[in-house]
């Protein structure tokens, strides 16, 4: 009776942790593999920023982005010297230097400076998977990674069909500061050479700032 005891614990115990490996597997089957950030791509992006006694207003523009170039560029309407203009702002990491050219009614005006802008370019080696969640009604995978001796809390959300960004949400909850990138049009694919180059002509003007 003893041995036929043994015997069935065993095989009890056998057939849990067979029962549990299935489960598991189901599990780690239905969850992603960790995001990749695109190497080329241009989107329109709403960018919001919130603080403390500080208002910011939602900014608009497309942004554009080539790792092989290892440039950026965003343009939009931009407010400057209390006037509206429209501007292109170029980041050449090569030379860790940031361009910031305003156009309005035939004129122009080219600045540069060290970089000093923060643009979303994410590294996803410790983020958890949460789950599936919906923006604008699209399905998305939700990760978040949660600094908590910075006290920084980051979510990304990709889209489940294409695996393309959807939203960034950086949230410095000590300060009560936070920022968000909501993503459209997004196009992935190597970008023009053109597009990350300032004329010749606008390019001799520009002065330090």
Known sequence: VSTQSTGESKMK???ILLISFFFVSIILAQQPTKPVWPTAFSAS????RHEPFERHE?????F???????????????????EYYWAERIFDHNIQREYTVYYQRGSSACFYRSINTTLPKPNFANVNYIGQSLINYEPVYHWIETDRTRGITF?????????????IEVSHDREGRSETWNFFEFDSCPQDPELFEIPAAIRNTCNPY
Not at 45 to 48: F, G, I, M, N, Q
Not at 155 to 167: A, G
């Open 13 to 15: 115990a056998t057939l």
């Open 45 to 48: 992006v709403e960018h919001r």
């Open 64 to 82: 554009y982005y080539d790792s092989v170039k290892n440039k950026d560029k965003i343009t939009g309407i931009e407010e400057w010297h209390a």
């Open 58 to 62: 939602p900014r608009f523009h497309r």
């Open 155 to 167: 979510q990304y959300f990709e889209t489940v069909k294409y695996r393309e960004p959807k939203r």
